[in-house]
């Protein structure tokens, strides 16, 4: 069958007359007239009784009609289709900080929904180089630059402060000789960032003593929580604790410091759409939050 001719019948019902069909088709009424004879031929049977007034449908015309009303549907439906997204599916592994430093579970939701075949797989580490090894897709990441083969989108800042648990600062003005703090560093083995937040409190003259250390931000935090001692902490995360208090050191400068926020993935999967989906649904919604923060 010549589907093309279904749509010269479909005009001349619709339209009413051969003339009126051609003229919606831009051809000439001969042209009509013959495609409707071949689809008739082809069907065997009489779709149209032709009258001077025009065409009217046949009994078995209309149940035509009707059926190729639902061709017409489905084909418009099949063309929709193809114009819209792909399906994403598989696994795509996102490697975050520890929920020490950022907790990104309350973003994740709406991806989640958006994109039901997609396995979302959350790593937590601090090191960027497992986008090098293609361990994961995309790294939420603190870094004052991304190394050469990453790209991506600097989401924002994160403000980290010195924090200490209500109880541990009550007990601390409760003592009679001067404050000695006692202070809990996370200590990051690859960049020996602890020696950084040693240096940052030294230079600020402030007396302390080392009470607690760990490789990894969350048991810094229940350190911190726990009464344990001093420690930094990103805002974002001890403001979620009514009972963490930012410390007010006496005749001192803010120990406050920024680190940038980057979203990351490897140059050579700029082109992967499930990446490229996650960084504008939730990458977008990060920068939103981190800005609304600042």
């Given at each position: ?17 051969v003339v009126a ?34 065409y009217t449908l ?237």
């Amino acid at each position: 069958m010549n589907w093309n001719n279904l749509r010269f019948f479909l005009s001349v019902v619709q339209q009413g007359t051969v003339v009126a069909a051609a003229k919606d088709l831009s051809v000439t009424h001969s042209t009509v007239i013959r495609r409707i004879s071949q689809l008739e031929d082809e069907l065997g049977c009489k779709l149209f009784n032709r009258m001077q007034s025009g065409y009217t449908l046949t009994t078995i015309g209309k149940t035509v009609y009707e059926k190729t009303l639902k061709v017409e549907e489905s084909i418009h439906d099949l063309a929709l289709g193809a114009k819209e997204e792909p399906l994403l599916t598989g696994p795509l592994t996102i490697s975050v900080p520890d929920a020490g430093v950022f907790n990104l579970t309350p973003f994740l939701k709406p991806f989640v929904d958006a994109h039901p075949e997609i396995q979302l797989k959350i790593m937590s580490s601090m090191d960027t180089s497992n986008l090098n090894r293609m361990e994961a897709d995309i790294a939420l990441r603190l870094v004052r630059s991304p190394e050469a083969l990453l790209i991506g989108k600097q989401l924002g800042e994160i403000t980290f402060n010195a924090y200490a648990s209500r109880a541990y600062l009550e007990q601390l003005n409760s003592r009679s000789q001067p404050h000695v703090y006692d202070w809990v560093f996370w200590i990051d083995e690859s960049r020996k960032k602890a020696n950084k937040q040693v240096h940052r409190v030294n230079e600020h003259n402030i007396n302390f003593s080392t009470a607690f250390q760990s490789s990894s931000p969350s048991q810094v935090l229940s350190a911190i929580k726990s009464g344990i001692g001093v420690g930094f902490l990103a805002d974002n995360i001890a403001n979620e604790d009514t009972n963490l208090i930012k410390v007010d050191f006496p005749n001192q400068e803010n120990l406050s410091f920024n680190a940038p926020f980057w979203l990351l993935y490897h140059r050579d999967r700029k082109g992967d759409k499930k990446i490229q989906a996650f960084r504008k649904q939730v990458g977008e919604v990060l920068a939103d939050t981190l800005n609304s923060l600042a």
